[in-house]
């Protein structure tokens, strides 16, 4: 899997939009840009993922640049529950002979602190 | 709810002992995988199952098992010759129906061997 480099930590004000930038300059045309985070001592919890289209569902938006080498989620009006590790993933597809593709590789993700 | 169940939350095991955490899901998921998460680190991939009766080594598969005797049920056992094995140990799942499914992750099993 290409690997993902992101900022170790931010801060963002309640309300207001969190960015958060993950750069991907070896991504592949065959691998998808995951995005998940973690609330300390529960298990990830998943938030989008895409191609090369920019996505939106209920909890964010993914903007991913035209050519592919970086993207940032949008959180667009962040709460304090959203202070969480978060988690820039790209993830080849590799089926097996059964269907399905192996697991994600997570890095250290980006601390992202919502503050009162 | 469908979901992801892992048991118990905490565990606690001399050294030298062998231990099993349990994971099921009840999200009729073919794919099950098993993370281990240090302080302050990402997850790192030990096993994933695509199917049921078969399973394949992750990243750092030395001195765990596992079995996947049914679809809903894949347990992780953590040997005496895990050399570090006091961890954050996380079970996930997807469809494996396609390259594009998303993994869904379950609390965890926080273990400590003293």
């Known amino acids: 899997d290409a690997k993902t480099t992101q900022p170790p930590s931010m801060d963002c004000a309640e309300g207001r939009a969190a960015n958060l930038p993950c750069n991907h300059s070896t991504i592949s045309g065959n691998e998808y840009v995951y995005w998940y985070r973690q609330i300390h001592s529960q298990g990830p919890q998943y938030i989008i993922h895409g191609l090369k289209n920019n996505e939106t569902n209920e909890m964010a938006s993914l903007i991913i640049t035209e050519d592919r080498k970086s993207s940032t989620l949008i959180l667009p009006h962040a709460t304090l529950r959203d202070t969480a590790v978060y988690y820039c993933i790209v993830r080849v597809a590799v089926l097996y002979s059964g269907g399905g593709a192996d697991g994600l590789t997570f890095g250290k993700g980006t601390h992202l602190i919502i503050q009162p | 709810d469908g979901g992801i169940t892992q048991s118990p939350k905490y565990l606690f095991r001399k050294e030298g002992q062998n231990v099993t955490l349990s994971c099921e899901q009840n999200l009729n998921h073919d794919a099950m995988y098993w993370y281990r998460q240090d302080p302050g680190q990402g997850l790192r991939l030990i096993y994933y199952?695509?199917?049921?009766?078969?399973?394949q080594k992750g990243d750092i598969a030395e001195g765990y098992s596992v079995s996947r005797e049914k679809k809903e049920s894949f347990p992780l056992t953590v040997t005496s010759a895990q050399k570090n094995p006091t961890a954050f140990y996380l079970c996930a799942s997807s469809t494996g129906k396609n390259y594009n499914s998303p993994l869904h992750f379950g609390n965890g099993t926080r273990l400590t061997v003293t």
């Open positions: 199952s695509q199917i049921v009766n078969d399973f």
